[in-house]
């Protein structure tokens, strides 16, 4: 049997949802992470400090004891978000990040960003202190094809912004294009990129071909296998601007398997099975640790963690759970159609 132990990971975006799906999931992420990012796109969303703080307190109180797990904050930015509260809240070390949802690009975006110039006053405040934006990196505008809306926002959105506030650190989110791993390395610095566990792995094939597949289906949509190529590259390449974030996002199956199902993929319960799986096959374990708990730290000006995993890889496949029950109904968990021979010891 085959070890590798690696220092404790972080997921640097999750969704972790409220009420009883928060009840249900995270007890997953707290199993394997030290950490986690979590997205404020609940219905109301994570607006305020105070909006924070509330839910810091749902979520601590759903985390199993004996799971050391410390989730980071973010704040929804909205077109009448308040440039002193943002600030409060990151000097409070309550808040960690602002999320760049632009309006109508993803689950619960309604109430995001129309006209980037109404949010300069906070971004401004944001790059004087050193706050990191989180981005959701996809134009809206219905005349673009959905397969191109990251690589226009990189045109129109993200270049101007980085011409304009230079200082402001940022981090593109589940980069899916080879245009987005392109452009983060062309800057050489307060720039990074998460990468999901799922988009390592399918591409759009695993939605469209044999059948709608709507377990695959999630935002931004999986692209063509060129760029599943490059988003591996970057993953296993050891490049400290690009880390493990899961955009791990539970829904109920009936509003997956619906004629309008919802964007998501719910991998936490498997993602460093995942993740072990598809360095093993870059011959990258060596650089799994950097993507999953060094990188990220590091760029978030945040101390590795001391505590350490240890991963093993056995004859048998693991039998994970296929789906996670809620109060509500079944999650279906993410199905890399390949047997995981690693699991976290």
Same mark, same amino acid.
């Given at each position: 049997?085959?070890?590798?132990?690696?220092?404790?990971?972080?997921?640097?975006?999750?969704?972790?949802?409220?009420?009883? *799906?928060?009840?249900?999931?995270?007890?997953?992420?707290?199993?394997?992470?030290?950490?986690?990012?979590?997205?404020?796109?609940?219905?109301?969303?994570?607006?305020?400090?105070?909006?924070?703080?509330?839910?810091?307190?749902?979520?601590?109180?759903?985390?199993?004891?004996?799971?050391?797990?410390?989730?980071?904050?973010?704040?929804?930015?909205?077109?009448?978000?308040?440039?002193?509260?943002?600030?409060?809240?990151?000097?409070?070390?309550?808040?960690? &990040?602002?999320?760049?949802?632009?309006?109508?690009?993803?689950?619960?975006?309604?109430?995001?960003?129309?006209?980037?110039?109404?949010?300069?006053?906070?971004?401004?405040?944001?790059?004087?202190?050193?706050?990191?934006?989180?981005?959701?990196?996809?134009?809206?505008?219905?005349?673009?094809?959905?397969?191109?809306?990251?690589?226009?926002?990189?045109?129109?959105?993200?270049?101007?912004?980085?011409?304009?506030?230079?200082?402001?650190?940022?981090?593109?989110?589940?980069?899916?294009?080879?245009?987005?791993?392109?452009?983060?390395?062309?800057?050489?610095?307060?720039?990074?990129?998460? $990468?999901?566990?799922?988009?390592?792995?399918?591409?759009?094939?695993?939605?469209?071909?044999?059948?709608?597949?709507?377990?695959?289906?999630?935002?931004?949509?999986?692209?063509?296998?060129?760029?599943?190529?490059?988003?591996?590259?970057?993953?296993?390449?050891?490049? &400290?601007?690009?880390?493990?974030?899961?955009?791990?996002?539970?829904?109920?199956?009936?509003?997956?398997?619906?004629?309008?199902?919802?964007?998501?993929?719910?991998?936490?319960?498997?993602? $460093?099975?995942?993740?072990?799986?598809?360095?093993?096959?870059?011959?990258?374990?060596?650089?799994?640790?950097?993507?999953?708990?060094?990188?990220?730290?590091?760029?978030?000006?945040?101390?590795?963690?001391?505590?350490?995993?240890?991963?093993?890889?056995?004859?048998?496949?693991?039998?994970?759970?296929?789906?996670?029950?809620?109060?509500?109904?079944?999650?279906?968990?993410?199905?890399? *159609?390949?047997?995981?021979?690693?699991?976290?010891?």
């Amino acid at each position: 049997m085959k070890t590798l132990t690696i220092r404790r990971p972080d997921d640097w975006h999750v969704h972790f949802r409220d009420g009883e *799906m928060l009840r249900a999931v995270a007890s997953d992420t707290s199993a394997d992470f030290a950490r986690a990012i979590i997205m404020p796109n609940l219905v109301p969303p994570v607006v305020t400090t105070a909006d924070a703080a509330s839910y810091r307190e749902r979520i601590v109180a759903a985390v199993p004891p004996g799971h050391h797990f410390t989730p980071l904050m973010t704040l929804y930015l909205t077109e009448g978000t308040d440039a002193g509260d943002v600030e409060a809240g990151f000097r409070s070390g309550l808040v960690t &990040a602002v999320k760049l949802y632009p309006a109508g690009a993803t689950t619960n975006s309604q109430s995001g960003v129309r006209d980037i110039d109404k949010v300069m006053p906070v971004l401004e405040r944001m790059a004087e202190i050193g706050m990191t934006l989180c981005v959701h990196g996809e134009v809206t505008d219905p005349s673009i094809d959905i397969f191109d809306r990251e690589a226009v926002f990189i045109e129109r959105v993200l270049q101007p912004l980085r011409a304009r506030l230079p200082e402001l650190r940022i981090v593109m989110e589940h980069v899916t294009t080879k245009d987005g791993v392109d452009y983060v390395r062309s800057q050489d610095r307060n720039t990074a990129a998460t $990468l999901t566990t799922h988009h390592l792995i399918i591409n759009r094939n695993a939605i469209l071909a044999g059948g709608i597949r709507p377990h695959y289906y999630c935002l931004p949509v999986a692209k063509r296998e060129e760029h599943r190529l490059a988003l591996r590259g970057a993953a296993t390449s050891g490049d &400290a601007r690009f880390f493990l974030g899961t955009d791990s996002a539970p829904h109920l199956d009936p509003l997956k398997e619906c004629a309008c199902g919802c964007a998501g993929i719910y991998s936490s319960v498997n993602t $460093l099975s995942c993740l072990a799986h598809v360095f093993e096959e870059e011959g990258a374990l060596d650089k799994l640790e950097a993507f999953t708990s060094l990188n990220g730290p590091t760029f978030y000006r945040l101390a590795p963690n001391e505590a350490r995993v240890t991963l093993e890889r056995h004859e048998t496949p693991w039998d994970y759970p296929r789906k996670r029950a809620t109060a509500e109904g079944d999650v279906t968990v993410f199905d890399p *159609m390949f047997p995981l021979h690693w699991t976290v010891a």
